[in-house]
């Protein structure tokens, strides 16, 4: 199996402007998760979904964050507007239940000017 | 909710020491305590995981150790290399909660 895949691996966008980061988890994999982080706050969990539904989004920020999961291969995180404070790096991960292992994402660096 | 604190934030070594990292934790009910490394551009990889049914593990040069007690646990890395300089997280897991709480990150440099 290729991992866990995000895309894209570097964005910069300026202020104001939607930003989608995607992610294809391991297949078979029935959870699915996002996680931020930055020097400032580590590493934060934002949201995790169970057989693609969100079951805690307690982690989201703001509503300007939203996520989606369409279906067992796919996710998306939106930042919509997106502000300097969201610059940070964003991981997607899954498992195959929450205690095993999790397997995470090259990561996405977001740039936000 | 659970706390992980982790220490410390930066260790270096030189090549062949030990080096240990140590966490705690708050919530008793926590039973599943994973460390993972992340190298520079990289997502975090576990190396090495134990349960509270047991108060040790070991592969190869890395071991675990939990005191559940204390609630606290710790990694060792033997005869360390420059290949194990890295960012390492220990986390925590409670039974009946999905979510892994990450400690802060210890930056290890190994010096040939």
């Known amino acids: 199996d290729a991992g866990v895949i995000q895309s894209p691996r570097h964005e910069v966008t300026e202020m104001g402007q939607e930003v989608t980061l995607r992610c294809k988890p391991i297949?078979?994999?029935?959870?699915l998760f996002w996680y931020r982080q930055t020097m400032m706050r580590g590493l934060e969990l934002l949201i995790y979904?169970?057989?693609?539904?969100?079951?805690?989004d307690s982690g989201m920020p703001e509503d300007r964050f939203s996520a989606k999961m369409p279906n067992a291969s796919f996710s998306t995180l939106k930042i919509q507007p997106s502000e300097p404070r969201d610059s940070a790096v964003y991981f997607c991960?899954?498992?195959?239940?929450?205690?095993?292992?999790?397997?995470f994402g090259p990561g996405t660096r977001l740039t936000v000017t | 909710g659970e706390n992980v604190e982790q220490h410390p934030s930066t260790l270096s070594v030189q090549e062949g020491d030990s080096a240990v990292i140590k966490c705690t934790y708050s919530d008793s009910a926590s039973n599943y305590f994973p460390w993972y490394k992340q190298e520079l551009g990289k997502g975090p990889q576990l190396i090495i995981d134990i349960r509270s049914n047991v108060g040790e593990k070991k592969d190869q040069r890395i071991a675990v150790t939990l005191n559940k007690t204390a609630k606290h646990f710790s990694l060792h890395i033997t005869e360390t290399q420059p290949e194990d300089s890295a960012v390492y997280f220990c986390?925590?897991?409670?039974?009946?909660?999905?979510?892994?709480?990450f400690g802060t990150g210890t930056r290890l440099l190994v010096s040939p």
């Open positions: 986390a925590a897991k409670a039974t009946g909660f999905q979510k892994l709480v």
């Open positions: 979904f169970n057989n693609n539904v969100p079951i805690d």
């Open positions: 991960a899954s498992s195959l239940a929450p205690s095993y292992e999790q397997y």
């Open positions: 297949s078979g994999h029935d959870y």
